[in-house]
């Protein structure tokens, strides 16, 4: 065979629904050389890891770790973990990752009880109070941020309201973590997943999980083992938790990653940052509304981070992506199930979500779609978007 070149990717802007740009200080923290993931000072980097994961998770829980793996696995390890053959679960599904979660859960072996919105849509308190009524489940799953739709769904009084059930409140932290609010200990959540690559501006590779102390109870009452070996949080924790005695060897690498993307995240501080997505959000609006663009999730909850649009009829989802891609350089996300080829979805995550972002998905937003024959005044975007800031 013939060696393949040496890596040249070109260069890209990736404002899709992530993996988001990584933070230049995040890669060069990549590139720290090796400790052994038993060695004395790779232990005190991952307690300090922790340490900066319950602070941007908002929680005291001490069962709070990255796994291994991509959110996905995080949502399986919450509810692997949490469910047990024969349990009852409610599912909330709004898209395609409430989806996700109702097919886990099934393989776990929950009765699960689909609870569905339309897509873009969000839940109310009252109807998750029929479903716990009704079902009486052992765990309720629900999307946080819905990144197929870009719907925020409040859960801030979730939580309260599945114990009044003595329910367990899971939620896909996925998309929020590090761009959106999320306060496990407030909301009473019981277990939340996310993930490194988009509001952490991490790559791909980790999926922050933290359990509430109930939840810790729940997976100690269990009557069955954990039916994954390498997710089951009570072997996990003897190297994540005090022992520190061999589990699985530790993505080293991708630790480094994660401890230098939460330092950032605590250097500007919370609420500075979720202030910075909300503005340059704004603008985003401004500007794509200005282009004719239909935000598809509901007015009163857009997701800052995910900006979910209708891809005016007669033009070509792939085609469009594929010219912004190869003459701009900008990666956008496609719609996912319902919405395939009918949305387009922009992220300003993490680092990306800055003016320079903004300007420049906008104005080449507007030439692809001349381009594609959709009448827009010239400068429109980037305009609206300009006015927004000001
Ligand atoms: C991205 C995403 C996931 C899946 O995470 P992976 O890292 O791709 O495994 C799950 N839920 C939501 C809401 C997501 O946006």
């Known amino acids: 065979m013939t060696i393949p070149g040496q890596l040249s990717p070109s260069p890209r802007l990736l404002l899709g629904p992530g993996p988001s740009d990584a933070h230049p200080r995040v890669l060069s923290a990549m590139t720290t050389p090796l400790l052994g993931h038993l060695d004395p000072q790779f232990l005190e980097i991952m307690t300090e890891t922790q340490s900066m994961l319950r602070e941007v998770y908002q929680t005291k829980n001490q069962l709070t770790f990255p796994v291994s793996a991509t959110g996905t696995a995080g949502m399986e390890t919450c509810l692997v973990n949490l469910i047990e053959p024969g349990d009852r679960a409610v599912v909330c599904t709004a898209g395609y990752f409430g989806n996700r979660m109702v097919e886990i859960a099934g393989r776990c072996g929950a009765q699960v009880t689909v609870k569905e919105a339309p897509w873009g849509q969000t839940f109310d308190l009252q109807q998750l109070r029929e479903a716990l009524q009704s079902v009486r489940p052992k765990v309720l799953a629900v999307v946080h941020a819905e ?110 990653a994660l401890r230098e993307g939460l330092r950032v995240v605590l250097e500007e501080g919370l609420e500075a940052r979720f202030a910075r997505h909300v503005r340059n959000h704004l603008a985003l609006k401004a500007g794509l509304e200005a282009l004719g663009l239909k935000y598809t999730a509901g007015a009163d909850c857009q997701l800052p981070q995910l900006n979910a649009v209708r891809i005016p009829d007669g033009v070509d989802d792939v085609a469009c992506r594929k010219r912004l891609l190869t003459e701009f350089g900008i990666e956008i996300g496609g719609g996912l199930g319902d919405f395939k080829g009918k949305a387009w979805r922009i992220g300003l995550m993490g680092q990306n979500s800055n003016p320079n972002c903004v300007f420049q998905v906008l104005a080449a937003l507007e030439q692809i779609l001349v381009g594609a024959g959709v009448k827009v005044s010239a400068g429109a975007g980037v305009a609206a978007a300009e006015k927004a800031y000001a």
Do not use: N
Request: glycine share 8%.
């Open 147 to 256: 990144t197929s739709t870009g719907a925020l769904q409040d859960i801030s009084q979730a939580g309260k309201l599945c114990h009044e059930f003595g329910a367990l409140l899971v939620t896909d932290c996925v998309t929020s973590l590090g761009c959106t609010p999320v306060k496990l200990d407030e909301w009473e959540v019981d277990a939340a997943f996310s993930c490194s690559q988009k509001g952490l501006s991490c790559p791909p590779g980790m999926s922050p999980v933290s359990f509430s102390p109930r939840a810790v109870d729940a997976v100690k009452a269990r009557r069955t083992k954990v039916q994954s070996w390498y997710l089951d949080v009570t072997s996990i924790m003897s190297y994540w938790g005090g022992d520190r005695t061999y589990h699985h060897t530790a993505p080293i690498s991708m630790v480094y």
